[in-house]
Structure formats: C-alpha cells, structure tokens
C-alpha cells in the first residue's frame, strides 16, 4: 500500500494541512476572475481569453472552478 500526502492524516495535523494547501486570498481573486473572463468569452462566442496576460481556456477555467468550490467547501466545513 502506498500512502500519499492526503492518505494518512492525524487530526492535530489538519489546521497546519489546510492553512498549507487553501489558496491565498490573492490567489482565489485570480481564479474567480478567470472565471469571469472565460464566461464572458464565452458569451462572445470566444474559447479562450488573458487574464493578465495569460491565456484561459476551458481547461484553466475547470481547474479555476475546482479551486473555489474546493474553497467554498472548506469554508462550508468550518
């Protein structure tokens, strides 16, 4: 059997985990505007855009969208 970062956890070390792997404030702020330039984008007919200065497809959108419910989920959990 082979244990991975997530697999094996004790409960003294969840406050440390989540405050390691959460995003930063800044980083959620990104994400949730990828996500409105994809959908604007999207509205305009267009499968890619930049966010500052980066490109944004439906892939970055997917990964953006599991980040802020991952977020929301974390926030929902307490």
Known sequence: ???????FIHPSQIEPC????????AELDYYARVL????????????????DGHMIDAAMANAARRVLEADAAWKKAG
């Open 18 to 25: 989540n405050r390691l792997y959460r995003p930063s404030a």
């Open 1 to 7: 059997m082979c244990a991975t970062r997530r697999d």
């Open 36 to 51: 409105e330039a994809f959908d604007q984008a999207l509205a305009q007919g267009s499968a890619s855009t930049t966010v």
